[in-house]
C-alpha cells in the first residue's frame, strides 16, 4: 500500500468490495476478536502485573500551564443541558478551559482499599486503563499562548507541545470564539490487559471521551461539533503523533478525532478539511517540545492483529454527510434538580446490583429518550451521520412493563433493518404507556434474566440490574461504503453508554458498560444469521450495591504537594 507523507499507509481502493483487503481485514478482525461460549478472543495466558501501564501519560521537556479547579463553580442544572438556548455561553478563559478537561478527562475520586490506592475519571474505560489521550489546540490569548497542548490528567495542567511559527497566521485559521480538542488512544493500555479484543474498548473509550467533552461544553453553552471530513492523516499531523523521536522506545499513539469547541453557533455545512490541511501544514514548522513517557517497563506480548486494523482502518479525507436527525418533539423533563458537574463527577460504573429493585416506567422512557438525536441537544449533535447503532433491552423489573425483550430502532433505516434481520415469532407491539415519538416495541415476553447473564460472559450485572441493554450496529452495510467507519460504530456505542451513565446518575440510579459478551450466542438469542447486523456493546442500569470497604478521597487533594502549595 502507498505510504502518506505521515507513514500511514493509504487504502487501496478496489473497484469489488469483496477483494479490498481493507473490507476483508475489518471483517477478519472482527470475527477473530468475539467471545464464544467455546472460547474467549484471545488474550495475554496471564497479566504480567510489572508491566502494567500507567494510567497517566506525560510530556518531558514541556512548559506546564496549571489549570484552576474550576468545575465546581459551574452551578448549570443537569435538566437545562438539554434545552438548546438556555445556558448562557460562558467566556473562552483558562478557568472555562479548565472545567471543560476537569468535567469531560479530569479525576472523579481516589479509591482506597488497604494498601492500593486508583484513580476514578470523570470519563469511563474499560478495565479502567483509559487509553484516550486529549490534546487542545488553541488560537492564543493573554493567559495560554498559541498552540498544541497536551492535557496531563494527574496534574491537571496543559503541557505546551508545539508553538506555531507565524502565530497570527495561525489564529487566522480559527472561526471566531473557537478552538479545537483533539483525541488519540494507547492501544497498548487496554492489550495489555484484553489483548486482541481490545482495539473494541479503545473505541468505545473515544466514544465516550467525544460524549464527555460534549456535555462539559453543554455545562458551559458551548456547541461541539466533530470535524468528520478531514483525515486521520491531518489529525497526525495537527498533534504531533507522527514525530518518532518524540516517542522513541515508548508506546505510540494511534489519532481519533477532532473536535472543534465553539462559543456560538456552529455552521454543520463548514467543511473543515482545509483549515485541518492549512492547521497540518503550518504546526509540521513549528517548534515542538517535549517527549512521552514511556508507560511500561517491557511488553511481555505484541499484539499485531491490533497493529494491522489501526492500519486499514485509517479514515481517508470524506464529504460532509450533514444528514439532520429525524424531528421528534422536546425531550421528556428530567427530574432531577443537581447541577450538571455534580452528576458528571458522582458517575461510577456499578460493580453489583441488588437484584430487587423496580424501576419506574418513566425513568425508563426518560433514558430511552435521551438516545433518540435532536438537534442542538447532547450528546448525538456532535455527529453528521444517522444513527447506526440500535438497541434490543432485556427487561427484568420495571414498572408497568412485561419482563422480556424489546427494540428500541433509533431510525427509521434502523427499524426496517432490524424487522428483516430479528426472529420471525417477534410481535413487534407497542407498549400500552409510551410516548408516541419513543420507537420502543416490544418483542417477547420472558424472564429474560438468566439469557442476559449467560450473554454477558456469566456476569450477574447483567441479570441483577432492571434492565440490559445490547447494542446493534449496522454492520455489513458500514463497512462495505467505508471500512473505516467500523471505528465509529463503537463511538456511536459508547456516546449511547455515557448518555445511560449520565442519565442514571441523575435518576439516582447506577451503570455499567459490559464489553465482553458472546457475540454469535447475542446473535443467534435474536434470530441473527448474518453479518447485517452485529453486536458491539452491552449495558446494564439498576440499583448498586456499595462496597463499603472502599474509602474514597478527594480527587485533586494531590495537587497540593504537587504544586508545592
Known amino acids: 500500500m502507498p505510504v502518506s507523507k505521515h507513514g500511514y499507509h493509504a487504502r487501496d481502493m478496489s473497484d469489488d468490495p469483496q477483494n ?24 495475554p495466558d496471564t497479566l504480567d502485573w510489572n508491566a502494567q501501564p500507567d494510567p497517566f501519560r506525560s510530556y518531558a521537556g514541556t512548559v506546564r500551564y496549571k489549570l484552576p479547579l474550576s468545575a465546581r463553580q459551574i452551578a448549570t442544572p443537569y435538566p437545562d443541558l ?32 488497604g494498601a492500593t490506592r486508583w484513580a476514578l475519571r470523570n470519563n469511563p474505560s474499560s478495565g479502567n486503563l483509559h487509553p484516550t489521550e486529549s490534546y487542545i489546540v488553541f488560537p492564543g490569548d493573554a493567559a495560554l499562548p498559541a498552540g498544541v497542548y497536551h492535557y496531563h490528567v494527574y496534574a491537571h ?3 505546551h507541545r508545539c508553538e506555531p511559527e507565524d502565530t497570527e497566521s495561525f489564529k487566522q485559521t480559527f472561526a471566531d470564539n473557537s478552538f479545537l480538542i483533539g483525541l488519540s488512544s494507547i492501544h497498548w493500555r487496554e492489550a495489555w490487559k484484553y489483548g486482541e479484543r481490545a482495539y473494541r474498548y479503545c473505541q468505545h473509550d473515544v466514544g465516550h471521551a467525544i460524549a464527555c467533552f460534549r456535555y462539559a461544553a453543554a455545562t458551559l453553552g458551548w456547541q461541539v461539533r466533530l470535524l468528520d471530513t478531514c483525515s486521520d492523516e491531518h489529525i497526525t499531523g495537527i498533534l504531533g503523533l507522527y514525530r518518532t523521536s518524540d516517542y522513541t522506545d515508548v508506546e505510540s499513539e494511534a489519532p481519533d478525532a477532532i473536535l472543534q469547541i465553539s462559543c456560538g453557533n456552529q455552521d454543520a455545512n463548514t467543511d473543515n478539511t482545509k483549515q485541518a490541511e492549512v492547521l497540518s501544514d503550518m504546526l509540521a514548522s513549528g517548534h515542538w517540545h517535549g517527549c512521552a513517557s514511556r508507560l511500561s517497563s517491557h511488553h511481555f506480548e505484541h499484539w499485531n492483529v491490533i497493529e494491522e486494523i489501526t492500519q486499514y482502518c485509517q479514515k481517508p479525507v470524506s464529504p460532509i454527510e450533514n444528514v439532520l436527525p429525524e424531528s ?10 443537581l447541577d450538571a458537574s455534580f452528576v458528571i463527577r458522582k458517575r461510577r460504573s456499578a460493580q453489583s446490583f441488588d437484584g430487587s429493585s423496580i424501576m419506574p416506567l418513566f425513568t425508563l422512557y426518560r433514558l430511552l429518550d435521551c438516545l433518540l438525536p435532536r438537534i442542538t441537544v447532547p450528546p448525538f449533535d456532535v455527529l453528521s451521520w444517522q444513527p447506526r447503532v440500535h438497541l ?12 422480556g425483550l424489546y427494540a428500541l430502532p433509533r431510525s427509521e433505516q434502523g427499524e426496517i433493518l432490524l424487522r428483516k434481520n430479528l426472529r420471525e415469532q417477534f410481535d413487534w407491539s407497542r407498549p400500552a404507556i409510551c410516548p408516541e415519538w419513543l420507537p420502543l416495541h416490544h418483542l417477547i415476553s420472558a424472564k429474560s434474566q438468566k439469557a442476559a447473564r449467560t450473554l454477558s460472559c456469566h456476569q450477574n450485572i447483567a441479570s441483577d440490574s432492571a434492565l440490559c441493554i445490547s447494542m446493534l450496529a449496522e454492520f455489513e452495510n458500514t463497512i462495505k461504503d467505508a471500512p473505516w467507519r467500523y471505528r465509529q460504530l463503537f463511538w456511536e456505542a459508547g456516546m449511547i453508554g455515557q ?13 455499567t458498560g459490559i464489553g465482553c459478551f458472546f457475540d454469535d450466542a447475542v446473535h443467534e438469542t435474536l434470530g441473527i444469521n448474518n453479518t447485517a447486523l452485529q453486536s458491539i456493546y452491552s449495558f446494564t442500569v439498576g440499583t448498586a450495591i456499595r462496597d463499603t470497604r472502599l474509602v474514597s478521597l478527594p480527587p485533586y487533594s494531590h495537587l497540593e504537594e504537587l504544586r508545592g502549595s
Open 20 to 43: 479490498d483487503p481493507a473490507i476483508n481485514s475489518v471483517e477478519d478482525y472482527h470475527q477473530r476478536s468475539k467471545h464464544s461460549l467455546q472460547k474467549y478472543a484471545r488474550g
Open 82 to 113: 438539554f434545552h438548546p438556548g438556555r445556558v448562557e455561553a460562558a467566556a473562552i478563559t483558562l478557568e472555562s478551559i479548565a472545567a471543560l478537561f476537569e468535567l469531560s478527562m479530569g479525576l472523579s475520586s481516589w479509591k482506597v482499599y
Open 157 to 159: 495542567s496543559l503541557e
Open 328 to 337: 421528534k418533539p422536546i425531550l421528556s423533563e428530567c427530574s432531577t434538580q
Open 392 to 403: 434490543v433491552v432485556f427487561i427484568h423489573r420495571v414498572d408497568g412493563l412485561k419482563p
Open 499 to 511: 448518555s445511560l451513565y449520565l442519565e442514571a446518575e441523575a435518576a439516582n440510579i447506577s451503570g
